[in-house]
């Protein structure tokens, strides 16, 4: 059973361009957690979703940040017009029901904006 | 809002030597985790303790809660070199079962 699957692992973005991150959750499992990470620092939520359904976005800035979760396909984390401070690192995490305490964790994906 | 603070922020200690993390949150939780992340990686989850539990062992980790004084510790017995990571504590939301909150995590180096 392969784990969270993300997409690319690394990205480059010029000021002004969208960023695309994928998430592959693991099989069978339905919720899927984002993450953003600055350096030196913990994990800040961003948002939930379940399966064509945002749960919880209480995390994501309210401009240019956006999520899916679509019936088929990976979960998607949209960020439009990215700026320097969008550099992070973005995690995300499933679990296969609505307890959290089993969130299964990607290897992240990089965000460099230039 | 709620989250873990980790003290210490870093710690180096020599391969053998025993490290004590510990964790204070803010307001009262049902569980805490806490997890390991190695640099430029994702996290792996380490250890579970629910609010009713005071101690509980995972092969070298020991970890305790004291939910009166709202703190954790992680102890990691006869440290190594693979120890060297970052480690987070993480508690639910205000009795929340689907959302935790992460603390900035301490920096632990295994030193040689």
């Known amino acids: 059973n392969a784990g969270v699957m993300q997409n690319p692992r690394h990205l480059v973005r010029r000021r002004g361009q969208e960023a695309r991150l994928r998430c592959s959750p693991m099989k069978g499992h339905s919720h899927v957690y984002w993450y953003r990470q600055l350096p030196e620092e913990g994990l800040k939520f961003m948002v939930y979703?379940?399966?064509?359904?945002?749960?919880?976005e209480s995390g994501m800035p309210k401009e240019r940040f956006s999520a899916e979760f679509p019936k088929e396909g990976p979960s998607i984390l949209r960020i439009q017009q990215v700026v320097r401070g969008d550099s992070a690192a973005y995690f995300c995490?499933?679990?296969?029901?609505?307890?959290?305490?089993?969130?299964?964790f990607g290897p992240g994906t990089r965000l460099t904006v230039t | 809002s709620q989250q873990g603070e980790e003290d210490p922020q870093a710690l180096s200690i020599q391969e053998g030597e025993n490290a004590t993390m510990n964790c204070s949150y803010k307001t009262s939780i049902n569980n805490l985790q806490w997890y390991r992340q190695n640099s430029g990686r994702g996290l792996v989850h380490l250890i579970l303790i629910r609010s009713n539990e005071r101690e509980k062992h995972s092969g070298r980790l020991r970890v305790t809660l004291d939910t009166s004084k709202k703190s954790s510790s992680l102890l990691i017995t006869a440290s190594r070199a693979a120890d060297t990571a970052s480690y987070f504590c993480a508690t639910d939301a205000g009795g929340r079962d689907d959302k935790i909150i992460f603390g900035k995590g301490t920096r632990l180096h295994i030193l040689p």
């Open positions: 995490a499933s679990s296969p029901g609505t307890t959290v305490y089993e969130q299964y």
């Open positions: 979703l379940q399966k064509e359904n945002i749960i919880d």
